[in-house]
Protein backbone atom coordinates (compact mmCIF):
# COMPACT_ATOMS: atom_id res chain seq x y z
CA UNK A 1 0.00 0.00 0.00
CA UNK A 2 1.56 3.10 -1.49
CA UNK A 3 1.79 6.23 0.94
CA UNK A 4 3.09 9.85 0.79
CA UNK A 5 4.82 11.75 3.19
CA UNK A 6 1.19 12.87 4.95
CA UNK A 7 0.18 9.61 4.99
CA UNK A 8 -2.19 9.39 1.85
CA UNK A 9 -3.25 5.96 0.42
CA UNK A 10 -1.97 7.26 -3.03
CA UNK A 11 -4.71 5.14 -4.78
CA UNK A 12 -7.60 6.10 -2.55
CA UNK A 13 -6.68 9.46 -3.24
CA UNK A 14 -6.77 9.37 -7.16
CA UNK A 15 -10.00 7.64 -6.39
CA UNK A 16 -11.23 10.31 -4.81
CA UNK A 17 -10.03 12.94 -7.11
CA UNK A 18 -11.93 11.51 -9.88
CA UNK A 19 -14.93 11.63 -7.46
CA UNK A 20 -14.34 15.31 -6.67
CA UNK A 21 -14.15 16.23 -10.39
CA UNK A 22 -17.01 13.99 -11.80
CA UNK A 23 -19.18 15.63 -9.08
CA UNK A 24 -18.45 19.07 -10.24
CA UNK A 25 -19.65 18.15 -13.96
CA UNK A 26 -23.36 17.34 -14.08
CA UNK A 27 -22.38 16.14 -17.89
CA UNK A 28 -20.28 13.41 -17.34
CA UNK A 29 -16.49 13.63 -18.62
CA UNK A 30 -14.85 11.32 -20.67
CA UNK A 31 -12.03 9.06 -19.80
CA UNK A 32 -9.29 11.15 -21.96
CA UNK A 33 -10.58 14.42 -19.98
CA UNK A 34 -10.77 12.58 -16.70
CA UNK A 35 -6.72 11.64 -17.19
CA UNK A 36 -5.89 15.28 -18.10
CA UNK A 37 -7.50 16.95 -15.22
CA UNK A 38 -5.95 14.23 -12.89
CA UNK A 39 -2.87 14.40 -14.39
CA UNK A 40 -2.61 10.37 -14.30
CA UNK A 41 -2.51 7.85 -17.11
CA UNK A 42 -5.59 6.90 -19.08
CA UNK A 43 -4.75 3.31 -18.01
CA UNK A 44 -4.35 4.24 -14.06
CA UNK A 45 -7.72 6.35 -14.43
CA UNK A 46 -9.62 3.38 -16.36
CA UNK A 47 -8.65 0.89 -13.26
CA UNK A 48 -9.52 3.50 -10.97
CA UNK A 49 -12.99 4.03 -12.29
CA UNK A 50 -14.09 0.25 -12.84
CA UNK A 51 -13.31 -0.15 -9.08
CA UNK A 52 -15.69 2.98 -8.39
CA UNK A 53 -18.32 1.42 -10.94
CA UNK A 54 -18.32 -1.56 -9.33
CA UNK A 55 -19.46 -0.69 -5.80
CA UNK A 56 -21.80 2.17 -7.91
CA UNK A 57 -19.29 5.40 -7.05
CA UNK A 58 -19.59 6.00 -11.08
CA UNK A 59 -21.09 4.92 -13.69
CA UNK A 60 -20.44 4.70 -17.36
CA UNK A 61 -22.52 5.75 -20.24
CA UNK A 62 -22.11 3.81 -23.42
CA UNK A 63 -24.44 6.05 -25.42
CA UNK A 64 -21.89 8.95 -25.28
CA UNK A 65 -18.59 7.15 -23.83
CA UNK A 66 -18.79 9.55 -20.63
CA UNK A 67 -18.17 8.76 -17.12
CA UNK A 68 -21.01 10.13 -14.35
CA UNK A 69 -21.28 10.41 -10.51
CA UNK A 70 -23.18 7.14 -9.54
CA UNK A 71 -25.83 6.88 -6.73
CA UNK A 72 -23.59 5.05 -4.14
CA UNK A 73 -21.84 8.78 -3.94
CA UNK A 74 -25.07 10.59 -3.97
CA UNK A 75 -26.24 8.34 -0.90
CA UNK A 76 -23.17 9.03 0.76
CA UNK A 77 -23.16 12.62 0.21
CA UNK A 78 -26.84 12.63 1.55
CA UNK A 79 -25.70 11.26 5.09
CA UNK A 80 -23.76 14.67 5.44
CA UNK A 81 -26.84 16.50 4.55
CA UNK A 82 -29.15 14.30 6.69
CA UNK A 83 -26.94 14.99 9.52
CA UNK A 84 -28.24 18.81 9.21
CA UNK A 85 -31.32 18.89 10.03
CA UNK A 86 -31.83 22.90 9.14
CA UNK A 87 -31.15 21.32 5.44
CA UNK A 88 -34.37 19.94 4.67
CA UNK A 89 -35.97 22.65 7.03
CA UNK A 90 -34.48 24.98 5.27
CA UNK A 91 -35.77 23.78 1.81
CA UNK A 92 -39.40 26.14 1.77
CA UNK A 93 -37.68 28.95 2.49
CA UNK A 94 -35.67 28.35 -0.19
CA UNK A 95 -38.38 27.89 -2.66
CA UNK A 96 -40.21 31.13 -1.57
CA UNK A 97 -36.68 33.36 -1.52
CA UNK A 98 -36.48 31.74 -5.50
CA UNK A 99 -40.17 32.94 -6.10
CA UNK A 100 -39.78 35.92 -4.67
CA UNK A 101 -36.69 37.04 -6.16
CA UNK A 102 -36.78 35.24 -9.18
CA UNK A 103 -33.01 34.34 -8.61
CA UNK A 104 -31.39 31.20 -7.40
CA UNK A 105 -31.62 30.62 -3.84
CA UNK A 106 -28.45 28.93 -1.90
CA UNK A 107 -27.69 27.49 1.28
CA UNK A 108 -24.24 27.25 2.17
CA UNK A 109 -21.97 25.84 5.63
CA UNK A 110 -18.77 26.90 7.03
CA UNK A 111 -15.84 23.77 6.27
CA UNK A 112 -12.21 24.98 7.15
CA UNK A 113 -12.63 28.37 6.10
CA UNK A 114 -14.86 28.02 3.12
CA UNK A 115 -18.58 28.17 2.82
CA UNK A 116 -19.79 24.55 0.92
CA UNK A 117 -23.05 24.38 -0.82
CA UNK A 118 -24.98 22.08 0.41
CA UNK A 119 -29.11 22.92 -1.12
CA UNK A 120 -29.94 25.08 -4.11
CA UNK A 121 -33.12 26.22 -5.69
CA UNK A 122 -32.51 27.13 -9.09
CA UNK A 123 -34.16 30.21 -10.54
CA UNK A 124 -37.24 29.40 -13.40
CA UNK A 125 -35.46 32.27 -15.44
CA UNK A 126 -32.13 31.44 -16.16
CA UNK A 127 -30.62 27.74 -17.82
CA UNK A 128 -28.40 26.53 -15.32
CA UNK A 129 -26.94 28.13 -11.86
CA UNK A 130 -23.57 29.14 -11.97
CA UNK A 131 -22.65 27.28 -8.37
CA UNK A 132 -23.03 23.89 -8.29
CA UNK A 133 -24.08 21.95 -4.53
CA UNK A 134 -20.86 20.68 -3.04
CA UNK A 135 -19.12 24.04 -4.59
CA UNK A 136 -16.38 25.24 -2.05
CA UNK A 137 -16.06 28.94 -1.96
CA UNK A 138 -13.33 31.32 0.62
CA UNK A 139 -15.53 32.66 3.00
CA UNK A 140 -13.98 35.96 2.45
CA UNK A 141 -14.80 36.03 -1.70
CA UNK A 142 -18.44 34.92 -0.67
CA UNK A 143 -21.44 36.19 0.27
CA UNK A 144 -22.53 33.95 2.61
CA UNK A 145 -18.94 33.49 3.79
CA UNK A 146 -19.51 37.42 4.89
CA UNK A 147 -23.10 36.78 6.37
CA UNK A 148 -21.27 34.71 8.70
CA UNK A 149 -17.99 36.40 9.47
CA UNK A 150 -20.11 39.45 9.99
CA UNK A 151 -21.41 37.61 13.08
CA UNK A 152 -18.10 36.64 14.68
CA UNK A 153 -16.03 38.98 16.80
CA UNK A 154 -13.01 40.38 15.61
CA UNK A 155 -10.78 37.99 17.04
CA UNK A 156 -12.76 35.58 15.16
CA UNK A 157 -12.14 36.80 11.70
CA UNK A 158 -8.97 37.40 12.77
CA UNK A 159 -8.25 33.42 13.39
CA UNK A 160 -10.02 32.61 10.11
CA UNK A 161 -7.86 35.44 7.99
CA UNK A 162 -4.47 34.25 9.69
CA UNK A 163 -5.63 30.83 9.05
CA UNK A 164 -6.80 30.21 5.83
CA UNK A 165 -5.52 33.95 4.14
CA UNK A 166 -7.73 36.23 1.55
CA UNK A 167 -7.49 34.15 -1.46
CA UNK A 168 -8.07 36.11 -4.41
CA UNK A 169 -10.43 34.66 -7.13
CA UNK A 170 -11.37 37.53 -9.26
CA UNK A 171 -10.19 41.23 -9.97
CA UNK A 172 -13.06 42.26 -7.71
CA UNK A 173 -11.84 40.19 -4.30
CA UNK A 174 -11.42 41.78 -1.51
CA UNK A 175 -8.29 40.95 -0.47
CA UNK A 176 -7.19 43.43 2.67
CA UNK A 177 -8.82 43.50 5.62
CA UNK A 178 -9.28 47.14 6.56
CA UNK A 179 -11.58 46.60 3.73
CA UNK A 180 -13.31 43.01 5.06
CA UNK A 181 -13.93 45.07 8.06
CA UNK A 182 -15.65 47.47 6.48
CA UNK A 183 -17.98 45.11 4.98
CA UNK A 184 -18.61 43.29 7.82
CA UNK A 185 -19.23 46.41 9.53
CA UNK A 186 -22.07 47.02 6.50
CA UNK A 187 -23.11 43.71 6.71
CA UNK A 188 -24.14 44.20 10.41
CA UNK A 189 -25.87 47.16 10.05
CA UNK A 190 -28.03 45.79 6.81
CA UNK A 191 -28.33 42.59 8.28
CA UNK A 192 -27.38 41.26 4.75
CA UNK A 193 -23.83 40.76 2.68
CA UNK A 194 -23.24 41.57 -0.92
CA UNK A 195 -20.69 39.26 -2.96
CA UNK A 196 -19.83 41.44 -5.92
CA UNK A 197 -18.76 39.00 -8.38
CA UNK A 198 -15.95 38.72 -6.33
CA UNK A 199 -16.38 34.70 -6.71
CA UNK A 200 -16.92 34.54 -10.38
CA UNK A 201 -16.87 37.12 -13.18
CA UNK A 202 -20.48 38.39 -13.56
CA UNK A 203 -22.19 36.78 -10.75
CA UNK A 204 -23.51 38.73 -7.55
CA UNK A 205 -24.93 37.25 -4.51
CA UNK A 206 -26.66 38.81 -1.53
CA UNK A 207 -26.73 36.66 2.03
CA UNK A 208 -27.64 36.47 5.19
CA UNK A 209 -26.98 34.43 8.04
CA UNK A 210 -29.26 31.69 10.02
CA UNK A 211 -29.28 31.02 13.80
CA UNK A 212 -30.45 27.70 15.37
CA UNK A 213 -32.57 27.22 19.17
CA UNK A 214 -29.21 28.08 20.98
CA UNK A 215 -28.09 31.27 18.64
CA UNK A 216 -25.74 29.80 16.96
CA UNK A 217 -24.95 30.32 13.34
CA UNK A 218 -25.79 27.34 11.33
CA UNK A 219 -26.06 28.70 8.13
CA UNK A 220 -26.28 31.16 5.50
CA UNK A 221 -28.86 31.79 2.63
CA UNK A 222 -28.37 34.23 -0.19
CA UNK A 223 -29.67 34.68 -3.80
CA UNK A 224 -27.56 34.89 -6.97
CA UNK A 225 -27.86 35.99 -10.23
CA UNK A 226 -25.70 37.68 -13.27
CA UNK A 227 -25.35 41.23 -12.51
CA UNK A 228 -27.17 42.11 -15.35
CA UNK A 229 -29.84 40.75 -13.29
CA UNK A 230 -28.70 41.76 -10.04
CA UNK A 231 -28.33 45.42 -10.84
CA UNK A 232 -27.74 48.17 -8.45
CA UNK A 233 -31.15 48.98 -8.14
CA UNK A 234 -32.22 45.84 -7.17
CA UNK A 235 -30.05 45.64 -4.45
CA UNK A 236 -31.53 46.59 -1.27
CA UNK A 237 -34.75 45.22 -1.84
CA UNK A 238 -33.80 41.41 -2.53
CA UNK A 239 -31.08 42.32 0.08
CA UNK A 240 -33.92 42.92 2.46
CA UNK A 241 -36.19 39.95 1.07
CA UNK A 242 -33.10 37.75 2.15
CA UNK A 243 -32.58 39.23 5.44
CA UNK A 244 -36.23 38.63 6.34
CA UNK A 245 -36.48 34.81 4.92
CA UNK A 246 -33.37 34.11 6.97
CA UNK A 247 -35.04 35.87 9.89
CA UNK A 248 -38.04 33.46 9.01
CA UNK A 249 -35.79 30.29 8.87
CA UNK A 250 -34.17 31.17 12.25
CA UNK A 251 -37.36 31.56 13.81
CA UNK A 252 -38.30 27.93 12.44
CA UNK A 253 -35.19 26.43 13.94
CA UNK A 254 -36.05 27.57 17.04
CA UNK A 255 -33.36 30.90 17.44
CA UNK A 256 -34.13 34.03 17.30
CA UNK A 257 -33.63 36.76 14.56
CA UNK A 258 -30.69 39.21 14.95
Not at 32 to 58: K, M, Y
Not at 100 to 109: R, S
Amino acid sequence: MEKDLQGRVQSVDRALSLLEILGGDSDGMRLTELARGTRLSVSTVHRLLTTLEQRQFVQFSAKDNRWHIGRQSYQVGSAFVRDRHFVATALPFLRKLRDLTHETANLGIVDCGAIVLVNQVESREINKAASKVGGRTPMTASGMGKAILSCYSDDEVSAVVDQFGMRRMTAKTIHQRTTLDEQLQTARINGYTLDDEEYLPGLRCLAAPVYDHQDEIVCAISVSGQNNRISDDRLPLLGRLVAYTAGELTRALGGRAM
